[in-house]
């Protein structure tokens, strides 16, 4: 058996210094008291056993037992009891004592067995603890390292869906960089759905999605012949046919990005009308959500305001005067209202 740190509380010096030779004997090292408040000062956690007396003056051993109990260091405790004090062995363990040992010592056979039982359960405790700690210890560090590694993840998956949406918008961009008159077209409807978004309080998520939107409303234009775009007149109607696939096209082609499922429905119905009259689906109404006809808005005030090549631009005035007229029928009401208001007040700050 291992050496052990045992502490030893009796007031009876014969019993007392006959325990400590005996313990010694069997290789330990014992710390001697005289009594229950002597032994309380000399206790910390690293002893193994404690060994009391019962009846002692001052803190007799069921008290010491309390407060020894008050200190939660899990260490046994064996009592010494006299003869014809079995009723105290009973109580002692009741008050949680590991067991008891009569006094006179008389069979060291049986005392060594029981001193070594308790420094094994002593030892068991120990090593329990131990594992407890170095359990939620490692549970922290892997914690740490898992979270970690999902911030490093999702700031990869960031960079990745910045990287694919700045690709997409360099794409879109020299698209319309090959034509004057639709140079900037994607900056500018961004500005004004964003304008709008905030003026009807959208949260940080919508906003989020929306300029997402509208920076790749047109990629699907990246497949239709651009001289179509840049013709000088009217499109044929077998041009207006492929012009018109250009949102289910646009829709097609940020399907494969896992980040962006939100906006494909905002791509593909961006030409949609209140009135159910417009592309591809011809869907209208409450079958359109809030942010697709904010960028309808946005796309057909931009496209009025713009200068192309078959046709003059609008002024503010003419442009507002034609958003109100086609309320109801291609636009949303209430994206209109809050988007005339926007126009206005930046009209009147420009104009002051």
């Known amino acids: 058996m291992a ?3 045992i502490l030893i509380a009796d007031d009876d010096t014969l019993v007392r210094e006959a325990v400590y030779k005996i313990l010694s004997m069997f290789g330990h090292t014992v710390v001697p008291c005289a009594s229950g408040e002597e032994a309380l000062a000399a206790l910390n956690a690293d002893f193994d056993l404690i060994i009391l007396d019962i009846n002692m003056p001052g803190l ?3 008290e010491t037992l309390k407060l020894i109990n008050d200190r939660n260091y899990g260490i046994p405790v064996i009592f010494l009891t006299g003869a014809g004090s079995m009723e105290y062995a009973v109580k002692a363990i009741n008050l949680g004592a590991y067991d008891f040992i009569p006094k006179p010592i008389e069979d060291l056979d049986i005392f060594n067995i029981k001193v070594k039982r308790a420094i094994e359960k002593r030892m068991y405790v120990v090593q329990e603890k131990a594992y407890k700690e170095n359990l939620e210890t490692e ?5 740490r390292e898992l979270a970690e590694k999902n911030r490093q993840l999702e700031e990869y998956n960031e960079n990745l869906e910045v990287s694919a949406l700045n690709t997409m918008l360099t794409l879109q961009t020299a698209l319309e960089e090959k034509d004057m008159y639709t140079a900037g077209h994607t900056t500018r409807v961004t500005f004004l759905a964003m304008n709008i978004g905030r003026a009807l309080h959208l949260g940080a998520e919508d906003l989020t999605v929306l300029e997402r939107a509208c920076k790749v409303h047109d990629i699907g234009k990246l497949v239709v012949d651009v001289s179509y775009i ?3 007149g009217p ?3 077998e041009e207006w046919i492929l012009m018109k696939k250009h949102p289910e096209i646009g829709a097609n082609i940020i399907t494969p990005l896992a980040f962006m499922q939100q906006e494909i429905f905002i791509v593909r119905h961006h030409h949609e009308r209140m009135d159910g009259r417009g592309y591809p689906d011809g869907l209208g109404g409450d079958e359109l959500n809030l ?6 808005v946005a796309d057909s005030y931009d496209a009025m305001t713009s200068k192309r090549s078959y046709r003059q631009n ?3 005035k003419d442009a507002i005067a034609e958003l109100h007229r086609c309320t109801g029928s291609q636009f949303d009401p209430e994206v209109v209202r809050v988007f005339v208001e926007v126009l206005e007040s930046q009209a009147k700050i420009g104009a002051s």
């Open 3 to 5: 050496q052990a740190k």
């Open 60 to 62: 007799d051993g069921f």
């Open 139 to 143: 549970v922290r560090n892997k914690t």
């Open 230 to 232: 840049r013709k000088p």
């Open 235 to 237: 499109l044929t109607d």
């Open 291 to 296: 942010l697709t006809k904010i960028i309808t």
């Open 314 to 316: 609008m002024e503010l």
